[in-house]
């Protein structure tokens, strides 16, 4: 069993690491931006 914690605004960086060596970074997005969007929905501020 894996335990998993919130994520922090620390772990940004290591979250693109993750993603760029998936290969799931595309050159018409921005992984930054994109973080900042979902965090920000996500605490019902929109």
């Known amino acids: 069993m894996e335990i998993v914690r919130p994520y922090l ?3 940004k ?3 693109i690491l993750l993603w760029k060596s ?4 595309r050159e018409w997005n921005n992984p930054f931006l994109d ?7 996500r605490n019902g501020k929109i």
């Open 13 to 15: 960086a290591n979250v």
């Open 22 to 25: 998936y290969n799931l970074i």
């Open 9 to 11: 605004e620390d772990d």
């Open 35 to 41: 973080i900042d969007r979902k965090s920000f929905s």
